[in-house]
T-cell receptor, first 117, second 111 residues
């Protein structure tokens, strides 16, 4: 299957700082990328959908000014958690699809564990 | 509640036995997918079944879809200890614009 990478794999930061997470599709062009958040022993919750060159579409209840998403190229999307607080600590997972605007057969990254102290 | 509810929440079996997990959903779908997640890792795509399909096989995996009952099942035959993981179903809406994940089933296969 297609390969999606995330960087960093884990990050620990102080409350109030901003953290950037990168999601890259290594061997295909990801027209659409999805960002999910997963709390311990829970399912994945979709945060936002981003299409290359367009503004991200955020799910209800997700603050777009807090979770900044940029999808500037067909192989890279970034999620920046601004002014992170302990309640933002979670496992953040991206996925990529080569189908424009479609969630068919998403390829997932390995996830980034964020811990905010 | 979230579209895509799974049962059981947890399943513990012996190696060699079969494991069956079920997923129910609420709205019309374009397709349904099953994923596997090892602890602390990303998701691995297992099978996609479209709304006009009833059954699909892949190796030791068998997936069924009943759109009239809005339910799907994942059967893992001849389970192995390495199958220990969490399994999630995800439904793509009719525009397949996004997927909604179920709560997942945690499978433990004892050697």
């Amino acid at each position: 299957g297609a390969v999606v990478s995330q960087h960093p794999s884990r990050v620990i930061c102080k409350s109030g700082t901003s953290v950037k997470i990168e999601c890259r599709s290594l061997d295909f062009q990801a027209t659409t990328m999805f960002w999910y958040r997963q709390f311990p022993k829970q399912s994945l919750m979709l945060m936002a959908t981003s299409n290359e060159g367009s503004k991200a579409t955020y799910e209800q209840g997700v603050e777009k000014d807090k979770f900044l998403i940029n999808h500037a190229s067909l192989t890279l999307s970034t999620l920046t958690v601004t002014s992170a607080h302990p309640e933002d600590s979670s496992f953040y997972i991206c996925s990529a699809s080569s189908y424009s605007g479609r969630a068919d057969e998403q390829f997932f990254g390995p996830g980034t564990r964020l811990t905010v102290l | 509640s979230q579209q895509g509810e799974e049962d059981p929440q947890a399943l513990s079996i012996q190696e060699g036995e079969n494991a069956t997990m079920n997923c129910s959903y609420k709205t019309s779908i374009n397709n349904l997918q099953w994923y596997r997640q090892n602890s602390g890792r990303g998701l691995v795509h297992l099978i996609l079944i479209r709304s006009n399909e009833r059954e699909k096989h892949s190796g030791r995996l068998r997936v069924t879809l009943d759109t009239s009952k809005k339910s799907s099942s994942l059967l893992i035959t001849a389970s192995r200890a390495a199958d220990t993981a969490s399994y999630f179903c995800a439904t793509a809406d009719t525009n397949a614009g996004k997927s909604t994940f179920g709560d997942g089933t945690t499978l433990t296969v004892k050697p």
